[in-house]
């Protein structure tokens, strides 16, 4: 008798909980169901994305071992615009940037180079964006451009001495010959140290600028 009433307590006690803060419950378990949810729509949607990016890649990459640059540059878009966010766009836009240059068409390898240098979430594809698009600048004597880019900064050691280089060459361009030495010497150290051929065209490049 003692242990009825006892759990006739518990049971009582236990639906005036329920009744107190059962609706949070539900709600709780509701909320934590649609953010699971959510959570692995989200991976379906970021696997979808990447197969999908990587097939368009593909076609690209053989476009551009054929030497197709205007279905480089129309598989670029197309990665642009239907896989913005995926490793694959920013690639694609490298692409492109380099088929519309070497069909003299610099305005758009610009503005392909740009996209990329914006909106890569690799660092290393980033810099790579930035130091291509410097050397378009300088090609088309837009010096001040050229070195706004570079001002990014590397986004680590391996790249230090390509921006050296190129903020070395602007520099010289431009005639600001103890900036461009202060570049070259700062390239020699980290791009040359162990390329021989390098550092032969950097100190070609000092020699040049003279002594000052």
């Known amino acids: 008798m003692a242990y009825d009433l006892e ?5 009582a006690s236990l ?11 539900v709600l709780a378990l509701l909320a934590a169901a649609l953010a699971f ?4 729509g989200w991976r379906y949607w970021q696997r979808t ?8 890649y593909g076609e690209l990459q053989k476009a551009q071992r054929s030497g197709d ?4 540059r129309d598989l670029a878009g197309m990665l642009i615009d239907k896989y913005p966010r995926t490793v694959y766009a920013p ?30 979430k690799d660092p290393e594809i980033q810099a790579i964006a930035r130091i291509r698009l410097a050397t378009v600048l300088y090609d088309e004597k837009a010096y001040d451009e050229a070195l706004k880019v570079l001002d990014a900064g ?18 010289a361009a431009k005639g600001a010959k103890s900036e461009a030495r202060a570049a070259y010497t700062r390239a020699l150290d ?11 065209a950097l100190q070609i490049k000092l020699d040049a600028l003279g002594a000052g």
């Open 15 to 25: 639906k005036a909980w329920w009744n107190q803060y059962g609706n949070l419950v």
């Open 91 to 120: 690639l694609g836009a490298l692409a492109s940037a380099k088929a519309a240059f070497l069909a003299g068409d610099a305005k758009t390898a610009r503005v392909q180079l740009a996209w990329a240098a914006e909106n890569a």
């Open 7 to 11: 759990e006739q307590e518990q049971l």
């Open 49 to 56: 994305q990447a197969a999908g990016a990587a097939a368009v």
């Open 69 to 72: 640059g205007k279905k480089v």
């Open 190 to 200: 980290r791009l040359g140290r162990n390329d021989p051929a390098a550092r032969e």
């Open 154 to 171: 590397p986004p680590g050691e391996p790249f230090e001495g390509l921006f050296a280089a190129v903020r070395g060459d602007v520099l």
């Open 37 to 40: 949810a959510a959570f692995e």
